[in-house]
C-alpha cells in the first residue's frame, strides 16, 4: 500500500577500512514517494546509497526491504530483489552498443519475454535511445548517457531505485529534463531515494528529506518544510 514504509535503515554504520563514513544513521522510505538525501560534498550520501545496495558492507544496523533484511547480501541479490542503484557518473560500457548496455541491465531477468517488455518501456520514457539503439553507447551525449544508466536500472524492474546524483555535469536545461524523468519514474510506480547536488529542485521533487551532515542525520522533514528552513536555505539553497 502507499505510505507504507518499504525502505527502513536503523542504526546504519559503515565505511571504508578505518574511515567510518555513516555513523549509525535511521532512515526510512515509504512506498510511492520520493525520499532527498542532501548534504555537503563527503556527507555520505553516496555512502548511504552503496551500503543500501549491497556495494558497501554495513559494520553495524539493519537494512529491511519489504521487511526482509538486506544486510548480508551480495549486491546482485539486492537488484534481483528490486532494489537498484544507478551510480553517479554514467558507466556507459564503451564498445557496445545502447541497446546492449540496456540488455546487459537486464541480466537478472530471466524471461526473455518480461526483458523485451521491459526495453520497450525503456525506450517508450526514452525515444532517442530507441533511435540510437545501434550506436555505440560511449558516443551519446552526457545527457543521453545518463537517460542510458537510468534505463539500465529500469530492465531490473525496480521496485526501489535509489538515484546518485543523476544530473551531474549536465546543461541546466538536461537538469531540469532529469528531474522530469524522475517525476515520471515516480509516477509510473518507482519509489526513490535520490541523492542530487541541486537541493532546490530534489526538494521541489521530493515528499520528505534527511541531511546529512559528517555521516550523520542532522534533520529531517517534509520537503516542503525544509525548503523554508532557514539553516537549510543558508547551507544548500544559496539563501
Ligand atoms: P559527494 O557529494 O562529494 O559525492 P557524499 O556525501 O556522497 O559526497 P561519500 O562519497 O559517501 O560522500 O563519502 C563519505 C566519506 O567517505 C568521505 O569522507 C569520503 O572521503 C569517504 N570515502 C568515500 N569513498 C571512499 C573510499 N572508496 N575509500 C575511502 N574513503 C572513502
Same mark, same amino acid.
Not at 512506498?31 to 558492507?57: D, F, Q
Given at each position: 500500500?502507499? *505510505?507504507? +514504509? +518499504?525502505?527502513?535503515?536503523? $542504526?546504519?554504520?559503515?565505511?571504508?577500512?578505518?574511515?567510518?563514513?555513516?555513523?549509525?544513521?535511521?532512515?526510512?522510505?515509504?512506498? #510511492? =514517494?520520493?525520499?532527498?538525501?542532501?548534504?555537503?560534498?563527503?556527507?555520505?550520501?553516496?555512502?548511504?546509497?552503496?551500503?543500501?545496495? #549491497?556495494?558497501?558492507?554495513?559494520?553495524? *544496523?539493519?537494512?529491511?526491504? =519489504? $521487511?526482509?533484511?538486506?544486510? #548480508?547480501?551480495?549486491?546482485?541479490?539486492?537488484?534481483? %530483489? *528490486?532494489?537498484?542503484?544507478?551510480?553517479? #557518473?554514467?558507466?556507459?560500457?564503451?564498445?557496445?552498443?545502447?541497446?546492449?548496455?540496456?540488455?546487459?541491465?537486464?541480466?537478472?531477468?530471466?524471461?526473455?519475454?518480461?526483458?523485451? =517488455? &521491459?526495453?520497450? =518501456?525503456?525506450? *517508450?520514457?526514452?525515444?532517442?535511445?530507441?533511435? &540510437?539503439?545501434?550506436?555505440?553507447?560511449?558516443?551519446?551525449?552526457?545527457?543521453?548517457?545518463? %537517460?542510458?544508466?537510468?534505463? &539500465?536500472? %529500469? /530492465?531490473?524492474?525496480?521496485?526501489?531505485?535509489?538515484?546518485?546524483?543523476?544530473? %551531474?555535469?549536465?546543461?541546466?536545461?538536461?537538469?531540469?529534463?532529469? /528531474?522530469?524523468?524522475?517525476?515520471?519514474?515516480?509516477?509510473?510506480?518507482?519509489?526513490?531515494?535520490? +541523492?542530487?547536488?541541486?537541493?532546490?529542485?530534489?526538494?521541489?521533487?521530493?515528499?520528505? $528529506?534527511? +541531511?546529512?551532515?559528517?555521516?550523520?542525520?542532522? /534533520?529531517?522533514?517534509?520537503?516542503?518544510?525544509?525548503?523554508?528552513?532557514?539553516?537549510?536555505? &543558508?547551507?544548500?539553497?544559496?539563501?
Amino acid at each position: 500500500e502507499t *505510505g507504507d +514504509v +518499504v525502505l527502513s535503515l536503523k $542504526g546504519v554504520s559503515a565505511g571504508y577500512g578505518r574511515i567510518t563514513a555513516l555513523h549509525g544513521i535511521d532512515l526510512e522510505v515509504r512506498r #510511492g =514517494e520520493i525520499v532527498t538525501l542532501l548534504g555537503a560534498n563527503g556527507a555520505g550520501k553516496t555512502t548511504t546509497l552503496k551500503t543500501i545496495s #549491497g556495494l558497501v558492507r554495513a559494520q553495524a *544496523g539493519s537494512i529491511t526491504f =519489504e $521487511g526482509e533484511e538486506l544486510v #548480508g547480501r551480495k549486491a546482485s541479490a539486492i537488484a534481483r %530483489m *528490486g532494489v537498484v542503484h544507478v551510480p553517479e #557518473g554514467r558507466h556507459v560500457l564503451r564498445g557496445l552498443s545502447v541497446r546492449e548496455n540496456l540488455e546487459l541491465g537486464g541480466f537478472t531477468v530471466h524471461d526473455s519475454k518480461l526483458r523485451g =517488455e &521491459r526495453l520497450e =518501456e525503456v525506450f *517508450g520514457l526514452f525515444p532517442i535511445l530507441q533511435q &540510437r539503439q545501434h550506436q555505440d553507447g560511449s558516443l551519446l551525449s552526457g545527457g543521453e548517457q545518463q %537517460m542510458l544508466a537510468i534505463g &539500465r536500472a %529500469m /530492465m531490473h524492474g525496480p521496485r526501489v531505485l535509489l538515484l546518485d546524483e543523476p544530473s %551531474m555535469g549536465l546543461a541546466p536545461k538536461l537538469v531540469l529534463e532529469t /528531474m522530469r524523468i524522475v517525476k515520471q519514474l515516480n509516477e509510473r510506480g518507482a519509489t526513490i531515494l535520490l +541523492v542530487e547536488q541541486n537541493a532546490r529542485l530534489a526538494l521541489k521533487l521530493a515528499k520528505y $528529506g534527511y +541531511v546529512l551532515e559528517t555521516g550523520n542525520i542532522r /534533520m529531517e522533514g517534509e520537503a516542503s518544510d525544509l525548503a523554508k528552513d532557514t539553516a537549510i536555505v &543558508r547551507a544548500y539553497l544559496g539563501g
